[in-house]
């Protein structure tokens, strides 16, 4: 994935009100156990419960990048299209998988 051909500048802009909050994900509700080691993980580590959460998905997203690529390649296969134009069309709202 060249992500130097990645412009999200239109997909931010369609967000438009609602940027602020679409970029704030939120989480089901999650099992006792797991809140309570995540809660008592972030005292440990002096940071707060979405601090946790954000570099619990950039390392979930780092650790499976090859495998998100090669389904984005897939997928832009099937269609004909570069998998970067792919992630621009998802990102801007314009292509619904």
Do not use: C
């Amino acid at each position: 994935m060249d992500w130097n051909k990645i412009d999200l500048s239109i997909a931010l802009e369609n967000l438009g009100e609602k940027r602020s909050n679409a970029l704030k994900v939120r989480s089901a509700e999650l099992p006792l156990q797991t809140y309570f080691r995540l809660l008592v993980m972030s005292k440990v580590l002096k940071k707060s419960l979405g601090g946790m959460l954000t570099t619990a998905i950039i390392t979930y997203l780092n650790r499976n990048e090859d495998k998100h690529d090669a389904m984005l390649i897939t997928e832009a296969n099937a269609r004909g299209i570069t998998p970067e134009e792919l992630f621009q069309g998802i990102a801007n709202g314009e292509i619904d998988l």
